[in-house]
């Protein structure tokens, strides 16, 4: 399974951006998928989660900013980001957990798509 996020860009403080990550194919077993993001020399952190049974969690910092959901149907996972602020700059990735078939674990990563917030 291979993950292409996009959507990334740069924007003013207070802005909007919606990232998108799409799957190649279908997962057999999707157990959550997040987004996480990281600045050179720092460690990658996550963002968000939303679990198979569609519960999510965000990080205390974008709590009530940052929305994740998901669209089954066209393999897509999505993170709507609003009132974005400067230390929202990162490089953010998405990553599938769960199983690609019965019996094969599935830890994937896109590659990385670069969000820029300016003051």
């Known amino acids: 399974v291979q993950l292409q996020a996009s959507g990334g860009g740069s924007v003013r403080a207070g802005g909007s951006l919606r990232l998108s990550c799409a799957a190649s194919?279908?997962?057999?077993?999707?157990?959550?998928i997040g987004w996480y993001r990281q600045n050179p020399g720092k460690q990658r952190e996550l963002v968000a989660l939303i679990g198979s049974g569609g519960s999510t969690k965000y990080a205390d910092s974008v709590k009530g900013r940052f929305t994740i959901s998901r669209d089954n149907a066209k393999n897509t996972v999505y993170l709507q980001m609003s009132s974005l602020k400067s230390e929202d700059t990162a490089v953010y990735y998405c990553n599938v957990a769960g199983f690609s078939d019965p019996w094969t674990r599935l830890d994937a990563w896109g590659q990385g798509t670069q969000v820029t917030v300016s003051s």
């Open positions: 194919e279908r997962v057999f077993k999707i157990s959550e």
